[in-house]
């Protein structure tokens, strides 16, 4: 009985000093991300003493979540205000793979189907007046092989400024030529009608590629909003309510909203053409194309449910959903200006409105005046990065000071898994 109980005290102390070995090894590992968490900050803050770029957002981030993020900088120089991960700006055309998720939801609701024509649901016909009886789809807009273009309507009306702007700016304040009025803004299906109509004001065939539909990717911004136009007829919601309701809430993305009625101003970054000048805040009338107003929080939400849809666990859409996002949906042939020296050229080849690179990422990239953003993840290691940042990179400097962000959260990510 003595030696029983002699045998039970040594398993005990055994598993004791199993649990402190485990314990310890835990706390080892804590210590040791910590310590890589504090060495990656300080590295992106001595990179942004380059001082080409005012403030940015980071995050890394797998299907389990964010792993690391960090605001860099200022969102308002002048009053020293720091940029965080709880900033929030514009992020360019990463906000057209929302539309992709969109339409997919919209497609398992049965109020839409990838290949219908589009007018099969707008007020007003759309055709290439080149190929007149060939009809475009909905996967036409949402591959870029519509053949709709952008024309200089586009970048001359899209842009519309919050607030009325006096006409003796002072110097430190830079107004684009292509902001609009305020008054300016109209709905987005009127913008659509006035661009592709045959009875539109601003119609021209020089808004039609001479390319076949569904043969050549033509990037489109106009075509992408069309996309967020049929949905919203489809769905007979506000484009803005139907992602709010699929996307945004689901994923707790509090933060994110396409109109400054929609979100907090007091965490909005101030924008700058360049370090030194500020421009002010605006809109798009185009905004599912690029109007996502976030943080680099939020986003690295929602990227890691995009690595979790990829890896056949999403929770905004079916698996089919996901397959059909992330399918490559062009052979080689449609893509005549391929770059395959850019590591990032988001238009290697494209799934539902998702980009591929000559490298394997899956993102999108993403500018206007005032930000640059870049959002992808690496789909054999499962592990994401996202970069935004709140200024005009215009030479050569912020152009390095960018891509030294970028690589430096590469060379960390497989240290924070």
Not at 34 to 54: K, M, P, V, Y
Not at 162 to 170: A, C, I, L, R
Not at 216 to 224: D, T
């Amino acid at each position: 009985m003595r030696n029983m109980n002699r045998l039970v005290l040594i398993l005990f102390m055994g598993l004791v000093l199993s649990c402190q070995e485990k314990k310890s090894s835990e706390r080892a590992q804590e210590d040791t991300q910590i310590s890589t968490r504090d060495s990656l900050t300080r590295e992106l803050n001595q990179i942004h003493e380059a001082g080409f770029i005012n403030g940015f957002g980071v995050a890394l981030v797998n299907q389990d979540g964010i792993l690391y993020e960090a605001g860099i900088g200022f969102s308002d120089m002048e009053g020293k205000r720091a940029y965080t991960e709880n900033t929030i700006q514009n992020i360019g055309s990463v906000s057209k793979t929302l539309i992709g998720i969109a339409l997919l939801k919209a497609q398992e609701m049965g109020k839409l189907n990838l290949d219908d024509p589009i007018n099969q649901y707008l007020p007003f016909k759309v055709n290439n007046p080149n190929y007149p009886k060939l009809p475009l789809t909905i996967r036409h807009l949402a591959t870029h092989t519509s053949t709709i273009l952008d024309t200089d309507f586009y970048n001359a009306k899209a842009y519309v400024l919050k607030d009325e702007q006096e006409k003796s700016n002072p110097d430190s304040v830079k107004l684009n030529e292509n902001f609009n009025a305020p008054d300016s803004h109209m709905p987005m299906i009127d913008f659509l009608e006035k661009v592709l109509s045959k009875k539109g004001e601003w119609y021209g065939k020089d808004g039609f590629s001479q390319n076949k539909p569904g043969e050549i990717y033509e990037y489109s911004n106009v075509g992408a909003t069309l996309a967020g136009a049929i949905l919203e007829i489809a769905v007979q919601k506000p484009y803005s309510e139907f992602t709010k309701a699929h996307i945004l809430e689901p994923l707790g993305m509090s933060s994110s909203g396409w109109a400054f009625e929609n979100i907090d101003l007091t965490q909005h970054s101030k924008l700058y053409s360049d370090p030194k000048t500020e421009i002010p805040w605006y809109s798009l009338i185009t905004y599912p194309d690029g109007g996502l107003i976030t943080s680099s929080n939020n986003l690295g939400i929602y990227l890691s449910e995009l690595i979790k849809g990829h890896s056949g666990g999403g929770t905004l859409l079916q698996k089919e959903s996901y397959d059909e996002l992330f399918r490559e949906q062009l052979p080689a042939g449609s893509f005549p200006e391929r770059d395959e020296e850019d590591d990032y050229d988001d238009e290697y080849n494209t799934g539902i409105f998702m980009g591929f690179t000559p490298r394997g990422y899956i993102g999108h990239t993403g500018g206007d005046p005032g930000i640059a953003t870049y959002m992808f993840f690496n789909p054999e290691t499962k592990i994401g990065r996202i970069l935004i940042i709140n200024t005009s990179v215009s030479n050569s400097g912020g152009v390095d000071e960018f891509y030294s962000i970028w690589n430096t959260l590469g060379k960390y990510e497989n240290k924070l898994k």
